[in-house]
């Protein structure tokens, strides 16, 4: 399984970007999908999760309202919608594909996940 991300760019503070997760084989239908993020000298962080279940996602408390994650089953795409961004949401974006199907507790660790992208840097001025 790849997972392909794009959509990343230079943007100012309040301003929005989509990132895509193509996947190559698969359903991201099937899956929990999550987008992750890492900053310089800082550890991978959780951003947001959907589950194979219709309209349940999970978000992490600073994107809550501005981020939205959604999936396009007939693309095997997962997308997330970036809105009023900030400078502190620069970092190198990452989706991925979460080993079974399971809405667990532990859908916000990285270790969770067993297929990665590669990453797509977003940076926000102020």
């Known amino acids: 399984v790849q997972l392909q991300a794009s959509g990343g760019g230079l943007v100012q503070a309040g301003g929005s970007l989509r990132l895509s997760c193509a996947a190559s084989e698969g359903t991201v239908s099937s899956y929990v999908m999550g987008w992750f993020r890492q900053a310089p000298g800082k550890e991978r962080e959780f951003v947001a999760a959907?589950?194979?279940?219709?309209?349940?996602?999970d978000y992490e408390d600073s994107v809550k309202g501005r981020f939205t994650i959604s999936r396009d089953n007939a693309k095997n795409t997962v997308y997330l919608q970036m809105s009023s961004l900030k400078p502190e949401d620069t970092a190198v974006y990452f989706c991925?594909?979460?080993?079974?199907?399971?809405?667990?507790?532990?859908?916000?660790?990285?270790?969770?996940?067993?297929?990665w992208g590669q990453g797509t840097q977003v940076t926000v001025s102020s």
């Open positions: 991925a594909r979460r080993s079974g199907s399971s809405w667990s507790g532990s859908r916000r660790v990285p270790s969770s996940y067993n297929y």
């Open positions: 959907i589950s194979w279940s219709p309209g349940i996602t």
